[in-house]
C-alpha cells in the first residue's frame, strides 16, 4: 500500500501588527491539529503587503509563538527567502504567467471608487461583486487605458459551484461567477494577491490541512478554483469561529484589541491564557492553567464551535486589564 502523505500544517500569519488573542486561538488550533495527528508545522510569513508588514512585526510574532510553546518544524525569519512571501514574488509571478497564456486573465482599470460606486451587489461580508466592466474590453480600449492607469489583473471565473467539507461547517458551497466574481490575482501596484500566493506556496510547500479564521471561509472557493488551474493538489480545511470582543465586534489588530502585549503584561505565564482559549474553543470543560504540548490530547474537531466566540467582560478584562 503507498504511504499516506504526512500531515503537513502551517502557520501563515500576516506580520501587519501583534497577534491578538483570537490570531492566538487560530495558531494554537492549527499547531494542536498536526501536533495530535503526529504531524510536520511550517511558519511562513505572508509579508506580501509591503504598506502594512514589517520585518519587527514578523520577528516579534516568532517570539510570541515561542512564549506560547507554539513551535514549528520548517520556517520562520531564520529559514530565509523561501518562507518569507515578500522574497517569492518570481513564484508567483510564473503561476500568474501560466495563467494569463491560457487566456483567463485580463486587465482591470477600475479605481476602487469605481469599483464600490458600480451597481454591482454588495456580498453579506461586505465585499462587492465585481460587476466585469473590464471583462470584454477591445485591444484598442485596453491600450487607451493602459496609457493613463496602470491596471490591476484579475482571473476570469465560471458560472459554477465550488463545494468542498469544511471541518468545521460541513459542505461549503460558492458560485464563482455569482458569489466571488472575478477576482485580483495581481494589485495595481505590482504586488501579486493574497489569493494567488497562498495557492502557489501552500500547494509546493505540501500543506495537506490548513486551519484558519472563518473570516477567510469565503476565499477558499476561489483558492480551489485556482489549486484546479495550477494543477495542485488542495489541502483540507478548517475554518474556526472568530473571537469578539464583549460588544460582539471582531479583534483587530489594528486597534491592539487583546494584543499579546497586553496579554503577556497581565498574565505571567502562558498557562492559563492557553487553558481559557481551550476552554473557549469547547476542548475543555472549564478553564485550566495547561500548556500547548498538555493540550494536545484535547484537541478533537468535533467540539469545535460554529458560531463566534464573544468573550465576556469578565473574561476580557482578565486576559488584558489596561487599567
Ligand atoms: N495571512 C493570513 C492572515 O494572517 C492568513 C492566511 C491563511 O491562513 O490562509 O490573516
Request: hydrophobic residues 40%; contains cysteine.
Amino acid at each position: 500500500m503507498a504511504d499516506m502523505p504526512r500531515v503537513c500544517g502551517r502557520f501563515a500569519p500576516s506580520p501587519s501588527g501583534r497577534m491578538h488573542a483570537g490570531n492566538v486561538l487560530c495558531a494554537l488550533l492549527a499547531w494542536l491539529s498536526v501536533r495530535a495527528q503526529g504531524g510536520h508545522m511550517v511558519l511562513r510569513i505572508e509579508d506580501l503587503d509591503p504598506d502594512r508588514c514589517t520585518r519587527a512585526y514578523a520577528a516579534q510574532l516568532e517570539e510570541d509563538l515561542h512564549w506560547l510553546g507554539l513551535d514549528w518544524d520548517e520556517g520562520g525569519l531564520s529559514a530565509g527567502g523561501d518562507y518569507l512571501q515578500s522574497a517569492c514574488t518570481a513564484r508567483y509571478a510564473e503561476a500568474f504567467h501560466a495563467l494569463a497564456a491560457r487566456g483567463l486573465t485580463y486587465p482591470c482599470f477600475c479605481t476602487r471608487a469605481a469599483l464600490h460606486a458600480a451597481s454591482a451587489p454588495h456580498l453579506s461580508d461586505g465585499r462587492v461583486l465585481y460587476s466585469g466592466a473590464c471583462r470584454n474590453l477591445t485591444a484598442s480600449e485596453v491600450a487607451a487605458r493602459a496609457s493613463v492607469r496602470r491596471p490591476a489583473m484579475r482571473l476570469r471565473v465560471p458560472d459554477e459551484d465550488v463545494c468542498f467539507v469544511d471541518g468545521v461547517y460541513g459542505t461549503v458551497c460558492e458560485n464563482l461567477a455569482q458569489e466571488t466574481g472575478d477576482f485580483v490575482l495581481r494589485r495595481a501596484d505590482g504586488v501579486y494577491a493574497y489569493q494567488l500566493a497562498v495557492v502557489v506556496d501552500d500547494g509546493r510547500m505540501g500543506v495537506t490541512e490548513v486551519v484558519r479564521g472563518c473570516d477567510l471561509l469565503s476565499s477558499t472557493a476561489r483558492q480551489l478554483y485556482l489549486y484546479r488551474l495550477l494543477g495542485l493538489t488542495p489541502p483540507h480545511f478548517t475554518h474556526i469561529p472568530l473571537l469578539c470582543a464583549p460588544d460582539g465586534r471582531r479583534l483587530s489588530k489594528r486597534d491592539r484589541d487583546l494584543d499579546l502585549g497586553c496579554i503577556r503584561a497581565n498574565c505571567n505565564a502562558p498557562e492559563p491564557f492557553l487553558g481559557q482559549l481551550a476552554f473557549l474553543a469547547g476542548l475543555l470543560d472549564r478553564p485550566a492553567p495547561l500548556s500547548a504540548r498538555e493540550l494536545i490530547p484535547y484537541y478533537t474537531r468535533a467540539r469545535l464551535p460554529r458560531q463566534n466566540v464573544v468573550l465576556s467582560p469578565k473574561t476580557y478584562r482578565a486576559l488584558c486589564n489596561q487599567t
